[in-house]
């Protein structure tokens, strides 16, 4: 059996397909898309092909509404600086407390600078309050920021619904969709959305590759000046070949998207099935009606998510966890707090994320091994007890915490 | 993912004593906030000689608190109390081959349990007298309560001044921010004002921030004068070793070593190495020559073998 892949969400492995498409980028056709000469003619091609399957994947109006990037984390940073340099008298942000980092870190500087960030909170399935969030809404806002697809949970934001409500209150709107781009169907031109980030990693193309959707009309400020390159909105020389790479990504994102919510969910549904039915006091976190097709996070109460994902890595098999220790930080992932999971539950959360590469058989491997991780680590937990946790866990052990 | 020495994967994947001693006499239950790290400790004590003829632990953490809780009852079965209560954190993260900085913190956690484990036999109370903050400085393993003490305690200013002091931030520089954050709140503490763009001005850093100034060496010293400069050294580093609770003393300088006596908060905290680093560069900064700093305990080792 070899190695199981289960941390898409990640990052993803680069497809034959899109390795093939980009390397003439590096050997033949090399030249700056600038240039005037043979090492270049088919350069601008390449550019305006990729610029197109990206578009047909988004269902944006204008390919010229694509500006390659060299990042999901550029993308967001560009969207929300654009939008305060654009409207300098609005001094508010509106966002969640579940974004990824590359949005949370922006506001939280932001922040320092005198502006008010509205972070808003989510219930314990991570759903967002839309009541709350009309409330919010006025002239003094420059943008609201909201994932569409949530990294760790696979939770999905009515990014749409939201999106005409801001457009109704005359605020942009950006979504940071690098989790959903390429595993949910999307026709942004029937959208008001006005800004959109994506990761060519997340979708079987290289890393260090990435789009800022801006929609026609929207106001724009570059964060990279300096060439004339994406029409002087991102300066820089092109990554051509990840441009290539990321274009044809995206034509074989587009043709298996509905293997992705049917033959990928039913995978996913099957491993999360088989584990909370054979593993005591493990759940799963999120919005389980709302959610990605590829992604399960499951807590596994009483035990550290780290010690999880050694004993997984030892059988073969690669996932990722929220726990504080994977990370170095010192609490459990943000996004567990937010939902108020307890902490001998948020420690121990692990995310499974698949992608079209996986089998059924892989799902069994995982299944097979599972219940016996838990349990090894069980039998030495403090809170567990034969076969169940001690009665009262949080009392039967209280330690000294320093 | 970390990475973990052999030892600590082999503690983790076949931990040693896993599980409550049967007719324990002594418990002790301790956590790290940080982690989320939770450690009970059992132990069963011979009454008459008191030593540990078994230990078992059961914890909830990540894979080096799994490893460190399991390294540690080997080390402790066999050794009376009075033994066992020297074993430091240091010990435990040693006979680890090591533990990434990150990760330190579960190796205090497995000796405040073993000291919890032992009061409770006693009879006493335990009382954590170690306070943990946040992992600041990863280059140097500077967490943020030591920064706050001695910007506390040494008037800092500046982040240069937290460098001089702490060797915080002297690394790869990601924590300045959060450096310049732990200025801000302890000088708003103290009434002041936290202010980026001033540097540490020349005369600020003799006044406050750095030790006292002392002529480096330009011609050569005879062997009492070189050994009263190196004296006169550590004794400008004293206060700031004071205000960390702990002290150093220089016994014998052998060539170009100098064996110094460790006591206090210094002696086995996980700072004594970066300590001795520290007075070891400035030994040489003044002396202009190498100098090696070595804790005296080691000493009688090395006497010790001359003499045999
Ligand atoms: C939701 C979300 N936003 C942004 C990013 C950052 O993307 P990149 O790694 O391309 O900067 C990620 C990837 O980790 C993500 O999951």
């Not at chain 1, 409500?165 to 999307?186: E, R, S």
């Not at chain 2, 020495?5 to 790290?32: L, Y």
Request: net charge negative; hydrophobic share 40%; charged share 25%.
């Amino acid at each position: 059996m070899s190695d199981i892949y289960l941390d898409n969400n990640a990052t993803t492995k680069v497809d034959r397909a899109v390795v093939d498409a980009m390397m003439p980028y590096f050997l033949e056709q090399y030249g700056n898309p600038s240039s005037i000469h043979k090492f270049a003619d088919g350069v601008a091609r390449g550019l305006k092909q990729a610029r197109q399957q990206v578009q047909a994947l988004i269902g944006c109006e204008h390919d010229s509404e694509i500006i390659f990037t060299s990042c999901g984390t550029e993308s967001n940073t560009t969207a929300i600086l654009s939008a305060i340099k654009c409207q300098p008298n609005r001094k508010e942000i509106i966002t969640t407390m579940v974004e990824h980092p590359a949005i949370l870190g922006v506001c939280d500087q932001l922040e320092k600078d005198g502006y008010t960030i509205h972070r808003l909170p989510v219930d314990k399935c991570g759903r967002l309050n839309l009541e709350s969030y009309k409330k919010m809404l006025s002239e003094n806002v420059a943008l609201v920021t909201v994932m569409w697809a949530n990294n760790e949970t696979g939770t999905l934001f009515p990014v749409i619904e939201m999106a005409e409500l801001a457009n109704a209150a005359g605020v942009m709107f950006h979504t940071d969709a690098v989790q959903a781009v390429g595993k949910i169907p999307m026709m942004l031109a029937d959208t008001k959305i006005d800004m959109l980030s994506l990761s060519g990693h997340k979708l079987h193309s290289p890393k260090g590759i990435g789009v800022l959707y801006l929609r026609r009309g929207v106001r724009y400020r570059p964060l990279l000046r300096g060439g004339h390159q994406e029409r002087g909105r991102r300066a820089g020389t092109e990554n051509t070949a990840s441009i290539v790479g990321l274009g044809k990504a995206c034509e074989l994102a587009l043709q298996h998207i509905e293997f992705e919510n049917t033959k990928v969910k039913a995978m996913r549904d099957r491993l999360e099935r088989g584990i909370i039915d054979s593993v005591p006091h493990s759940f799963v976190t999120g919005d389980l009606n709302n959610r990605l097709p590829n992604t399960t996070d499951i807590a596994f109460e009483y035990i550290e998510g780290e010690s999880i994902l050694m004993l997984l890595n030892k059988a073969g098999i690669a996932a990722s966890s929220g726990s504080a220790c994977t990370s170095g930080s010192l609490e459990p992932s943000h996004v567990m707090r937010a939902m108020d999971i307890p902490y001998t539950a948020a420690h121990g959360t692990i995310r499974f994320s698949f992608s079209r590469y996986n089998s059924m058989s892989e799902v069994d491997e995982v299944l097979k091994v599972m219940p016996g991780i838990a349990a090894t680590l069980r039998k030495l937990s403090p809170y567990w007890s034969g076969d169940a946790p001690v009665a009262n866990p949080e009392q039967a052990f209280a330690p000294t915490y320093s | 993912m970390w990475d973990y020495s052999d030892t600590v994967k082999e503690h983790f994947f076949n931990p040693k004593n896993a599980g409550a001693v049967a007719d324990a006499n002594a418990t002790g239950e301790v956590g790290s906030i940080s982690c989320g790290d939770a450690l009970r400790l059992t132990l069963k004590v011979d009454d008459e000689s008191e030593i540990i003829l078994e230990a078992g632990f059961q914890t909830f953490g990540c894979g080096s608190a799994i490893a460190s809780s399991s390294v540690l009852t080997e080390i402790i079965k066999g050794m009376t109390l009075d033994e066992a209560l020297k074993v430091t954190n240091q010990d435990i993260a040693d006979q680890l081959e090591g533990l990434p900085p990150e990760k330190m913190h579960c190796s205090v956690m497995g000796r405040e349990a073993l000291q919890a484990a032992i009061a409770n036999y006693r009879g006493e109370e335990w009382r954590d007298d170690h306070e943990e903050g946040a992992l600041i400085c990863k280059c140097f393993a500077i967490d943020a309560v030591m920064i706050e003490e001695m910007v506390w305690a040494n008037k800092l200013r500046t982040v240069e001044d937290v460098t001089n002091f702490t060797k915080a931030g002297g690394g790869c520089a990601a924590c300045h921010e959060d450096i310049e954050a732990i200025l801000e709140k302890v000088l708003a503490e103290k009434g002041e004002k936290f202010d980026p763009s001033v540097c540490s001005k020349p005369e600020d850093k003799q006044k406050a921030a750095t030790p006292e100034k002392i002529a480096a060496v330009k011609t050569p010293l005879t062997n009492l004068q070189r050994i009263k400069k190196i004296e006169e050294v550590l004794e400008s580093l004293r206060p700031a070793l004071m205000a960390d609770g702990g002290d150093a003393e220089l016994v014998e300088v052998i060539g170009n070593t100098a064996y110094v006596n460790m006591t206090g908060a210094c002696n086995g905290c996980s700072m004594a190495a970066m300590t001795i680093a520290g007075i070891q560069q400035r030994l040489m900064e003044v002396m202009g020559e190498f100098i090696k700093v070595v804790p005296a305990s080691e000493m009688k080792k090395l006497v010790n073998i001359e003499v045999a």
